[in-house]
């Protein structure tokens, strides 16, 4: 049986903020991509937040930390489609909010998640095996697949024993 990735992990999340946006700087540094202070913000944010976090939550935080609190939601939005393009953040489509991505150095992948109704945590299934099914799937149809999105809700571990 293979080991399981670290990503499979509850406990696996980006636990230093910082540390995350400092190896995101380095990745756009290496692909010839420019981290702007308003990315780089939004980034942290996402970073910090431990668990998913909607735009407009952002939004709130970016405003609380800006000294003018002037901060237009197309600001955050442009933030968030350079992150998500590039693969240092993933979307979660069903609950409509962002979590950073483990792999700050990958580009961007399709992964699924597991998502607790009760806690909010959103734990990426680093499984290449289940991309690749679903694609191989999709191809046996004659559908050429752009783009994956898989979310299993349901209770994580420690929610399920809570209840």
Do not use: W
């Not at 080991?3 to 406990?11: F, I, L, N, V």
């Not at 240092?88 to 609950?95: A, D, G, M, R």
């Not at 998640?113 to 680093?126: G, M, V």
């Not at 191989?136 to 209770?155: C, K, Y």
């Amino acid at each position: 049986m293979a080991k399981p990735h670290a990503c499979t992990d509850p406990r696996h999340h980006v636990h230093d903020a910082h540390g995350f946006v400092a190896a995101v700087e380095r990745a756009c540094g290496e692909r010839g991509l420019r981290l702007t202070a308003p990315r780089a913000r939004v980034l942290g944010l996402i970073a910090e937040a431990g668990q998913p976090v909607k735009a407009y939550d952002l939004l709130d935080r970016f405003r609380a930390l800006d000294d003018a609190g002037s901060v237009a939601p197309p600001t955050v939005y442009r933030a968030l489609d350079f992150l998500l393009a590039n693969g240092f953040i993933h979307k979660l489509e069903s609950i409509n909010a962002f979590v950073a991505c483990h792999h700050p150095n990958a580009a961007q992948h399709s992964v699924p998640f597991l998502i607790c109704d009760r806690c909010h945590s959103a734990t990426e299934l680093e499984d290449a095996s289940i991309v690749a099914q679903l694609d191989a799937s999709a191809r046996a149809l004659g559908f050429a697949p752009q783009a994956q999105t898989l979310e299993v809700h349901g209770l994580c571990a420690r929610c399920a024993q809570a209840a």
